[in-house]
Nanobody
């Protein structure tokens, strides 16, 4: 129903910055919720940042004050701006979209983009 393509990952030094992009194949107005998740080696996938109801946002405690989620509706794109990156931020970052159908919600995922924070 929707294709998601992430980009912007890479290798950065501690304290550096990156901007991740998630391009959707349809208008994000029609997507009930969108957000970013990440999964580090040996850990569960966790929510990083997401748009919730209306213009509200939700962030993991570990990234509050450092990461910012935003969107450009004209480009059908959601961004994750990451500042003051730490080695603990190293993970594969996934874009998520949730659509609500009569039968219930359905989640769609991008293939992920690797973020590595190391000196």
């Amino acid at each position: 129903q929707v294709q998601l393509v992430e980009s912007g990952g890479g290798l950065v030094q501690p304290g550096g910055s990156l901007r991740l992009s998630c391009a959707a194949s349809r208008s994000i107005f029609s997507i009930n919720a969108m957000g970013w998740y990440r999964q580090a080696p040996g850990k569960e996938r966790e929510l990083v940042a997401a748009f919730t109801s209306g213009s509200s946002t939700d962030y993991a405690d570990s990234v509050k004050g450092r990461f910012t989620i935003s969107r450009d509706n004209a480009k059908n794109t959601v961004y994750l701006r990451m500042y003051r990156l730490k080695p603990e931020d190293t993970a594969i970052y996934y874009c998520n979209a949730r659509l609500i159908f009569i039968g219930g919600p359905r989640d769609y995922w991008g293939q992920g983009t690797q973020v590595t924070v190391s000196s």
